[in-house]
């Protein structure tokens, strides 16, 4: 990747203080998901933020594949997409959502959807080779993922629970959801919903699962959790009158086949048409506060508890510490609006073909009757990228992609590769086990 002097001045500050970032998202029907990934994938170029992997919430089989086309784009087709695997069944989309026709009018690395992680695995097996307090979840879809790890146990990723894993190794869960006009108010639809706004839409209403599911996150979260009222990007909703950050009508500046605008025009043209794209930016004020911080932009309210009730209110308060807390906007919404949908309008990076480094300190550990191989974690010299996985070959064989740094052994005989893959998909040299 081509980078120039004053790139590397500006950026060496930014870099060296690169957030590593896991995005919770929902591709559909709302286009403000695809301008999360467009804003992650800039500030990933520009040096903010390392993407370790974006994992998908929704029933429909195209919403992960949508994904995965998002990130070939970029040219980062290698980062790790997983998927909610709790369903009883999963859909086809239906022709009005814009991932039914992202991902079939574009290029994706993983070619059906049963090529697609499992979201808790994916998230276990990064945590737990992840630094202590390096990692900030970003949650703009529902809380299905994350309630799937705080409830998962110890298995052969991981002696740890899930809760554990989150405690050691989370800095911050942010999330879009909930209502905190004057510290209370009514969840529109992440979070569940409110019985209150069944009369305002019927997507508004109460789901009893999402609720559920959302309150036991909320009480048991062991990380920073911090959320992005309805209030920040969608303010003028029910007589709120918070005023709105709308983006997204700059996107008609870029190629007319550009995957985001493409999202973006594909949701419109089902509903009012597509001349008018802009759409209110719930989502991507969350990711914002997420990665830059209150900056400018908005006000923390930390040190607090926030309570969910099972009909949908949302309160806030500081009598009680509970490492909990919600923003608020303290700038022009179009200010905000300017600055976000800036992010979501950066160039597509060049394919990143300078190979990351190799594995370090390969070691064969033995406990308990189960063989692993173990190794240090790999650095890429670029700014924009990063390493995402580890290849396992076996005699020569590919035999496992690995995201992070251990291998579980089903027969220790033989000789193992283990390569480096950086986000677009260029290999490191091989580090062999036993060493020769």
């Known amino acids: 990747m081509k980078k120039t002097i004053l790139l590397l001045l500006l950026l060496t500050v930014a870099a060296n203080a690169q957030k590593k970032v896991i995005l919770d998202t929902d591709p559909s029907y709302d286009p403000d998901d695809m301008?999360?990934?467009?804003?992650?994938?800039?500030?990933?170029?520009?040096?903010?933020?390392?993407?370790?992997?974006?994992?998908?919430?929704?029933?429909?089989?195209?919403?992960?594949?949508?994904i995965s086309a998002?990130?070939?784009?970029?040219?980062?087709?290698?980062?790790?997409?997983?998927?909610y695997m709790g369903y009883p069944e999963k859909k086809v989309a239906p022709e009005e959502s814009y991932d039914y026709h992202i991902s079939r009018d574009?290029?994706?690395?993983?070619?059906?959807?049963?090529?697609?992680?499992?979201?808790?695995?994916?998230?276990?097996?990064i945590l737990e080779s992840a630094q202590?307090?390096?990692i900030t979840i970003i949650v703009v879809g529902t809380m299905h993922n994350v309630y799937g790890l705080l409830k998962s146990g110890p298995d052969e990723i991981s002696a740890?629970?899930?809760?554990?894993?989150?405690?050691?190794?989370?800095?911050?869960?942010?999330?879009?959801?909930?209502?905190?006009?004057?510290?209370?108010?009514?969840?529109?639809?992440?979070?569940?919903?409110?019985?209150?706004?069944?009369?305002?839409?019927?997507?508004?209403?109460l789901n009893e699962e999402r609720n559920q599911m959302c309150r036991y996150v909320i009480e048991n979260c062991p990380a920073l959790f911090m959320a992005s009222g309805w209030e920040n990007g969608n303010g003028d909703y029910f007589n709120a009158n918070n005023g709105n950050v709308m983006t997204g009508q700059?996107?008609?500046?870029?190629?007319?086949?550009?995957?985001?605008?493409?999202?973006?025009?594909?949701?419109?043209?089902?509903?009012?048409?597509?001349?008018?794209?802009?759409?209110?930016s719930n989502d991507q004020c969350a990711l914002h506060y997420a990665i830059r911080?209150?900056?400018?932009?908005?006000?923390?309210?930390?040190?607090?508890?926030?309570?969910?009730?099972?009909?949908?209110?949302?309160?806030?308060?500081?009598?009680?510490?509970?490492?909990?807390?919600?923003?608020?906007?303290?700038?022009?919404?179009?200010?905000?609006?300017?600055?976000?949908e800036a992010l979501m309008l950066g160039d597509v990076p060049e394919v990143d073909e300078t190979p990351p480094t190799r594995p370090q300190n390969i070691q064969l550990l033995e406990k308990?009757?189960?063989?692993?191989?173990?190794?240090?974690?790999?650095?890429?010299?670029?700014?924009?990228?990063?390493?995402?996985?580890?290849?396992?070959?076996?005699?020569?064989?590919?035999?496992?992609q690995a995201y992070g740094t251990k291998y579980v052994l089903g027969d220790a005989s033989g000789v193992y590769e283990i390569k480096a893959v950086n986000a677009s998909g260029t290999l490191s040299d091989p580090a062999n086990y036993p060493p020769e």
């Open 35 to 66: 301008g999360c990934m467009a804003m992650m994938h800039n500030m990933a170029t520009n040096g903010e933020c390392e993407i370790l992997a974006i994992v998908n919430t929704m029933h429909q089989k195209e919403s992960p594949l949508c």
């Open 368 to 400: 308990d009757g189960q063989k692993t191989l173990v190794w240090e974690a790999c650095d890429d010299p670029d700014i924009g990228s990063w390493v995402v996985a580890y290849n396992i070959y076996k005699d020569g064989e590919f035999v496992h």
């Open 132 to 134: 202590d307090s390096s």
């Open 106 to 125: 574009y290029p994706r690395y993983h070619k059906e959807w049963e090529d697609i992680s499992d979201a808790v695995k994916l998230y276990r097996e």
């Open 293 to 340: 911080g209150e900056g400018e932009n908005y006000t923390a309210f930390t040190n607090g508890t926030i309570t969910l009730t099972e009909k949908g209110v949302c309160s806030w308060e500081d009598t009680v510490d509970r490492k909990q807390g919600h923003i608020q906007k303290k700038r022009k919404d179009t200010l905000i609006a300017q600055e976000i």
């Open 250 to 280: 700059g996107l008609k500046q870029l190629p007319e086949d550009h995957i985001i605008r493409v999202g973006y025009e594909k949701y419109f043209e089902y509903r009012r048409g597509a001349h008018d794209i802009s759409r209110h």
């Open 160 to 205: 740890k629970s899930g809760k554990q894993l989150m405690a050691e190794k989370v800095a911050l869960v942010a999330t879009m959801g909930g209502n905190f006009l004057d510290n209370k108010g009514w969840d529109r639809t992440n979070w569940g919903g409110s019985e209150h706004l069944c009369s305002y839409t019927d997507w508004s209403c």
């Open 70 to 83: 998002v990130n070939y784009f970029y040219n980062r087709k290698a980062i790790p997409v997983g998927d």
